[in-house]
């Protein structure tokens, strides 16, 4: 970037430094709790209840003890003089230029446009279930749902900065909890109702297929606690910085608690393992009946196409801000005519893409388990540990040395599995994969 680009980008990072650590509990929460959760109780057709339940624990635990210590290094180097603003800022001064550079910020964007990807897809998904209730024998495709779904966030990808999205957020955060409440409710409901489906709990598959699915539904439990932008979030906190995100980080996690566990042990105990990668698909039988009532099912997909929109959103601002940040001129001003059509074809670029790949690729889902294994296991449960322990100088001696350290290990064992894992899987799968399938 060079330095014209780079001081255009600061003045409006600045004066997107003015939001409170609700704010901040708000971004977090649609980075976090996002419809993905929908995922979980497929999750635990590979591991079962005891080691299901363990796993979210230990997602939600560690997750929010790395993102408190990313928390705290952004909060000390803001009292030292020197404010991080995005993720790649701070690994260049804590690991080096070369792995900011080459490691860090392809694997930051690849995690954010795979989260797009999904995020338009899924909203594809939840636009064609609600459409079949009203024309059930209705001739459009999934893509054109795809379609439609990227057109509604290209729309609202015009918002000016991250800190512009904080009522989105909130809005996100309401419908969060509301189709958590859908899915729990259908859940029981489908339970005591006549079409009540017979529910096996045993783990499927012979022993080695056991195995690798253990660390393919560890992937997805990851990639549901996955955020990858954290620096991002904390600099629209207004300085001083000091415990706010951790208020921030309260906020989402008792959110998430609230949505994660209910829905997924919900959805287990509905369906066992027949659970689907989507736990919606399973409230309509393969004649297309709705195992609830009509406006449950399409009050849920309403209250998920609304946060996708906000999930999208919320993961397209690192890319936003690098682009624009190579395109962009200060002579003519932020809103000025030679920035503002730059800004309009550049975000038009982007969110075609990701709404071109859902579309091509509507069995995502595999490929979705293979980021959560490569990318947001290093980013969210490896990296924030290293940067802890290298940015203080944890001594070998300290507690919290080796307590990094075990997780360090741990989740680099768990990662490298889920990788093969996860790569097996899109390979067993690989033969029903067709373009611009209608699923």
Request: glycine share 8%.
């Amino acid at each position: 970037m060079n330095s014209e680009s780079f001081h255009f980008v600061m003045p409006s990072t600045r004066n997107m430094c003015a939001g409170t650590w609700v704010h901040a509990g708000y971004h977090l929460t649609t980075s976090i709790a996002q419809p993905s959760l929908l995922s979980l109780p497929f999750a635990f057709v590979g591991l079962g209840w005891g080691p299901g339940i363990l796993g979210l624990i230990t997602g939600a635990a560690v997750t929010f003890y790395a993102y408190y210590l990313l928390s705290r290094i952004l909060e000390d180097s803001e009292t030292r003089g020197h404010r991080y603003i995005r993720f790649r800022d701070l690994s260049r001064d804590v690991l080096g230029p070369a792995w900011s550079r080459l490691v860090i910020l392809p694997f930051q964007l690849t995690l954010c446009v795979g989260a797009v990807i999904g995020a338009v897809l899924l909203g594809g998904q939840s636009l064609k279930i609600v459409y079949l209730q009203y024309f059930p024998n209705g001739s459009l495709q999934l893509y054109q749902f795809i379609i439609i779904s990227g057109a509604a966030m290209l729309f609202l990808s015009q918002l000016p900065s991250f800190h512009s999205l904080r009522y989105m957020n909130l809005v996100s955060l309401v419908t969060c909890l509301g189709y958590s409440i859908c899915v729990v409710s259908s859940a029981i409901y489908i339970v005591h109702s006549k079409q009540a489906p017979k529910r096996d709990y045993s783990l499927p598959y012979g022993p080695s297929n056991k195995f690798f699915n253990v660390f393919t539904s560890l992937s997805l439990i990851a990639t549901n606690y996955g955020n990858g932008i954290i620096p991002e979030i904390q600099a629209t906190i207004a300085p001083p910085t000091s415990q706010k995100m951790l208020k921030g980080l309260i906020i989402c996690y008792i959110i998430v608690v609230s949505t994660y566990f209910p829905v997924t042990v919900s959805g287990y105990w509905a369906f066992g393992n027949h659970a689907s990668g989507n736990i919606f698909i399973n409230f309509i039988t393969v004649h297309g009946v709705p195992l609830i009532p009509k406006w449950l099912l399409i009050l849920s997909n309403a209250l998920v196409i609304v946060q996708l929109i906000a999930v999208a959103l919320v993961y397209s601002q690192p890319t936003f801000e690098i682009i624009e940040g190579r395109s962009s001129n200060i002579k003519y001003g932020k809103y000025g005519l030679r920035n503002l059509l730059p800004r309009l074809l550049l975000r038009t670029l982007f969110v075609a893409f990701p709404t071109l790949v859902a579309a091509m690729l509507p069995f995502f889902g595999d490929i979705y388990a293979f980021l959560g294994a490569f990318f947001c296991i290093p980013f969210d449960f490896i990296l924030p540990m290293v940067f802890y322990s290298k940015y203080f100088k944890l001594s070998t001696r300290s507690v919290m040395f080796w307590i990094n350290a075990s997780i360090i290990i741990v989740f680099t064992i768990v990662g490298l599995l889920g990788c093969i894992s996860t790569i097996r899987q899109i390979i067993l799968d690989a033969k029903m994969y067709k373009l611009f399938a209608n699923v």
